[in-house]
């Protein structure tokens, strides 16, 4: 293995170190309601990285040094290629000492937003989704209508089946609906997730999806395995980065 070969292994593992640790900055770490904490992020990709820059790091300073140790008396290094190489030498140590600072520093900043969540633990959000939460036996959420118009909303499972679908006179604007989590059949449903479909009625008889967000009640906060934060709102997830709106209570 010569010089160069190391250099640019060097270099490839430097990349994938900074890849990995700029992956993790704008990836989320939180925990549930109860305090437990989890830490799930891309941090086991840049210690791998970094793992691989610090043994090439090692193969370099090793080449170096067998290099000045068996280099020809009569014709030494040159002086300019061994301050090169120095100098290379010293850039890789300062690289891999900012990747671990990087990695100290994400990890506070992850610590800063876990705080920062758990604040949302017990508060009322509109979320932006087709998953109605439906938490003690209630679920709620709003619709936007152009026009007084006919509305229909129609609630599925998990499989896919509608266990519930209603009717009603909507007006021009926002509209709230509530659900009391009773199926068309009248057996109430176990709270959890279910996807709901908002339609308008149209003069010529078609229909027309309407914009609605959902409401619910967060109970805790997750990381999700790619590392995103996660809202639970009794027993289902939303990704933090739906909620349009924090509702006073």
């Known amino acids: 293995m010569s010089l160069a070969s190391v250099a640019a292994q060097q270099s490839a593992a430097l990349a994938a170190a900074n890849a990995a640790a700029s ?3 704008t ?8 305090g437990s904490t989890s830490s799930a992020t891309a941090s086991d990709a840049s210690s791998t990285a970094l793992s691989s820059l610090t043994s090439n790091f090692s193969d370099f300073l090793n080449l170096l040094m067998t290099q000045l140790q068996n280099q020809d008396p009569t014709s ?25 600072a990087l990695t100290q520093l994400i990890s506070l900043t992850q610590a800063a937003q876990l705080m920062q969540s758990t ?3 017990g508060k009322q959000v509109l979320l932006n989704s087709t ?4 938490q003690n036996g209630s679920a709620s959420l709003q619709f936007t209508a152009t026009s007084a118009e006919p509305v229909a909303i129609a609630v599925y499972n998990s499989s896919g089946q509608q266990v519930y679908d209603t009717s009603l ?4 604007g926002t509209n709230t609906w509530t659900w009391n989590g009773t199926s068309n059949a009248g057996a109430q449903m176990p709270d959890g997730g279910y996807t709901v479909a908002v339609e308008g009625a149209n003069s010529d008889g078609s229909t027309t999806a309407l914009p609605f967000t959902v409401q619910g009640t967060i109970t805790g906060v ?11 709102l009794g027993a289902t997830t939303a990704p933090f980065s739906s909620v349009q709106q924090v509702l006073t209570n």
């Open 23 to 25: 992956a993790a900055a």
């Open 27 to 34: 990836s989320s770490s939180s925990t549930s309601s109860s």
């Open 76 to 100: 030494p290094m040159d002086t300019n290629q061994f301050t090169s190489e120095l100098v290379q030498f010293a850039s890789v140590e300062q690289e891999i000492n900012t990747n671990s």
């Open 119 to 121: 604040a949302m633990v």
């Open 131 to 134: 998953t109605l939460p439906l």
């Open 169 to 172: 006179n909507a007006t021009a």
């Open 222 to 232: 997750e990381t999700s395995s790619s590392g995103s934060l996660e809202l639970e």
